[in-house]
């Protein structure tokens, strides 16, 4: 059979079978290594997709690979009605890194599983029902997830949502001050917006909400699935803020790119009623095993720094640039993103021509997430086909 008619052949079966709610570019993903992924034609393409968020560590790291077939020998699923050794020690040495005094952990399957956990845990710690969030922000899904989030075209079909959620402009510390009361549980930020247009927080506004938080007696969450775990050039996004949340919530690069989300929590979230909220496979000894390895490559290869770094000379090219079509240049670390004055999805076609996957943030922002072990020539070209398509745009 011919590659074309092999990718034909993919493409028909998955478009059959699939539920439809995915729209799909015209590529069949069959491999990936580190920064790079192969289509069925064996054409390489430089990803700044990264699995979403999902692939800091970039795409079959040996030390992720090596964790999860050793464990999927020795145990796969434990539930957590019982101990399990893998997920003890994952569970102290991500309380050991995390800020503060987030000693607690809840772990699931995905962010928006987290996210239900820390809406959850935080209604029944306070006895409050009220969550204030923020425009543009997003948070998931699934229907409290959904409820928080902001965008009208995720939340539309779906009304009525969770009631008692309160969505306020981010950034904007007199609006936050008067939906904060003593009927709010919990403010749930993201340090950085990501799917909102890769719109960092003020730092005044992070330590408005605490200050906040503290003075009403509801709870700060912080929403950290897509900036955790080395993405905006420190551990975790918080850490430029120096605001500590109540609960912190992790997901996407947690394990390495295998299914892993955490919702972790600070003192003054109390003890939990027993079976107030649930998993079936969240801390599966598997997902522990990969999460363990995640975090320890992190480490050794100073992928924050290493973020940091490229980032900022990422985002200095850019803005010196030469290019008419580039209204704002936003980011931390290597969360990028580049608000054009055109639509983005004719930017993203001519960029995975030119063999550069990247995603968008919106109508009009090009987002760049490439795994944090991308080397800094790929990086240079990546921003060399920006320059290009944009130059071939204004013509």
């Known amino acids: 059979m011919s590659d074309r008619s092999t990718t034909a052949s993919v493409h028909t079966i998955e478009q059959t079978h699939t539920s439809g709610v995915y729209p799909k570019r015209d590529l069949a993903i069959v491999r990936g290594e580190g920064a790079y992924l192969w289509d069925d034609r064996g054409r390489r393409y430089i990803d700044c997709v990264g699995g979403q968020g999902a692939a800091n560590l970039g795409h079959s790291h040996p030390a992720i690979a090596e964790a999860i077939a050793r464990q999927a020998r020795t145990l ?28 607690r952990a809840f772990l699931s399957n995905s962010g928006a599983e987290a996210i239900e956990a820390a809406l959850k845990f935080a209604r029944i710690s306070t006895g409050r029902r009220e969550i ?20 009208k075209k995720y939340r539309g079909p779906f009304l009525p949502l969770v009631p008692d959620f309160i969505h306020i402009p981010y950034n904007n510390i007199e609006a936050l001050t008067r939906a904060v009361s003593d009927a709010t549980a919990a403010v749930l930020l993201e340090p950085v917006q990501g799917e909102g247009g890769v719109r960092p927080a003020d730092p005044a506004f992070l330590q408005a909400a605490r200050e906040l938080c503290d003075e009403r007696g509801a709870l700060l969450i912080l929403d950290e699935i897509q900036t955790g775990f080395g993405r905006t050039g420190r551990l975790f996004a918080l850490e430029h803020y120096g605001v500590n949340p109540d609960i912190l919530v992790l997901a996407k690069s947690i394990a390495g790119g295998a299914p892993m989300g955490a919702t972790l929590l600070g003192p003054r979230v109390g003890e939990l009623p027993r079976m107030v909220h649930g ?27 290493r973020a940091e770094r490229l980032g900022r000379q990422v985002m200095e090219r850019l803005r010196a640039m030469d290019a008419p079509l580039i209204r704002e240049v936003r980011g931390l670390g290597l ?61």
Not at 132 to 149: D, E, I, N, W
Not at 284 to 300: C, D, F, G, T
Not at 354 to 365: I, K, N, Q, Y
């Open 335 to 395: 969360m990028i993103g580049i608000e054009l004055k055109i639509k983005v999805g004719p930017v993203l076609r001519a960029l995975q021509e030119r063999g550069v996957l990247a995603l968008p943030a919106g109508a009009t922002v090009l987002r760049l997430l490439p795994p944090l072990v991308i080397e800094q020539e790929d990086m240079e070209q990546v921003v060399d086909a920006i320059e290009e398509v944009l130059a071939a745009m204004r013509q």
């Open 76 to 103: 796969i699923s434990c539930p957590e009605i019982f101990y399990n050794d893998v997920r003890a020690r994952y569970l102290a040495e991500l309380t050991a890194v995390a800020p503060g005094e987030l000693n």
């Open 132 to 151: 204030v969030a923020a425009m543009r922000g997003f948070h998931g899904r699934t229907m409290g997830a959904l409820s928080a989030t902001w965008n």
């Open 279 to 305: 998993s079936t496979f969240g801390g599966n000894p598997l997902a522990a095993a990969a999460a363990r390895a995640a975090l320890q490559v992190m480490q050794e290869e100073r992928l924050p720094e």
